[in-house]
């Protein structure tokens, strides 16, 4: 266990939390991106800026953390093609499917003591678990 | 105006967290998710921090007539658990072990530079879009074998 960062998780973790809380008290909208990019994919009358603005103030933030920490935040993710592009259409059709990803059930829904994130929470950690011990372990691909 | 604004801070504050806590790097997602390998509890530790917050804060926020600067919640209105629910969180759950990314954290690494991230980002709209024509060509072959009465 020598990459556990407890410290650092904990923190994150609890600023995420206070971000779904934001979102919640002051527009009563749910912290989850799959919907947000959704309601982006299929805009309603007044209902399309602040998803945008949500989203693109996701992406500006860790590079705003990284210039005031004049560090550089390390990305290690798979070079391989299909791997890519398998993964971000079974993310993206699955998070659809299931009514919302990380975010949305993980953090908001289970918040909320919702039966369906719970179910949903519980069956991609399973998942996913299985895919990384089969791609790690049984075939031994390391992307 | 002001609600755009708490949409920004609400969207830095969790771009933050992910930056903070490690999880924009899959390496890290994976290191959680192979527990047969060198296991990394942090992605454990960060929900457990966020649902923290949001199990002892919703019940308070939800118990107001509106939130503060919108006249109702919008929150999900389905409570029942069907096949598509579980099916769709399983192919969530096997395209995450992939490659370590989900929906949060891809748009938190888009401004990086790694062509990697807009790869999955298009794949992963792309599935989204999918879902959508895939389901509303199923609804209108439902509806075209039972004919509204």
């Not at chain 1, 920490?69 to 299931?98: D, H, K, N, Q, Y």
């Not at chain 2, 002001?2 to 890290?28: E, H, T, Y």
């Not at chain 2, 109702?72 to 389905?78: S, V, W």
């Amino acid at each position: 266990m020598e990459n556990f960062t407890p410290v650092s998780a904990l923190f994150g973790g609890l600023l995420i939390g206070f971000a779904a809380v934001i979102l919640l008290l002051f527009n009563g909208r749910i912290m989850g991106v799959t919907g947000i990019t959704r309601g982006v994919l299929q805009p309603r009358r007044h209902d399309l800026l602040w998803r945008l603005l949500f989203l693109a103030s996701l992406a500006v933030a860790p590079i705003l953390y990284s210039w005031a920490m004049a560090e550089p935040i390390s990305i290690e993710v798979t070079g391989s093609l299909p791997a890519l592009i398998i993964g971000g259409f079974l993310v993206g059709f699955g998070a659809c499917a299931g009514s919302g990803c990380t975010s949305g059930h993980g953090v908001c829904g289970l918040g909320r003591f919702s039966k369906r994130s719970l179910t949903v929470t519980v069956t991609f950690m399973i998942t996913s678990i299985a895919t990384v011990y089969v791609m790690h372990h049984l075939i031994g691909a390391t992307p | 105006m002001i609600r755009l604004a708490a949409a920004v801070i609400s969207g830095l504050v969790f771009g933050l967290g992910l930056a903070i806590s490690g999880m924009v790097n899959p390496a890290k997602i994976i290191g959680f998710l192979d527990v047969a390998g060198d296991w990394d509890p942090s992605l454990a530790v960060v929900l457990a921090g966020a649902t923290g917050v949001t199990m002892l804060t919703f019940r308070y926020i939800l118990k107001r007539d509106q939130p503060l600067l919108d006249l109702q919640f919008h929150l999900p209105t389905r409570t029942d658990v069907d096949y598509m629910l579980v099916l769709g969180a399983g192919l969530f759950g096997i395209g995450w072990g992939i490659v370590g990314f989900c929906p949060g954290p891809v748009y938190t690494t888009l401004l990086m530079g790694r062509w990697e991230t807009w790869v999955f980002f298009a794949a992963m709209i792309g599935g989204m879009v999918a879902f959508r024509f895939g389901s509303q060509a199923m609804i209108s072959r439902t509806n075209a074998r039972s004919p509204a009465e």
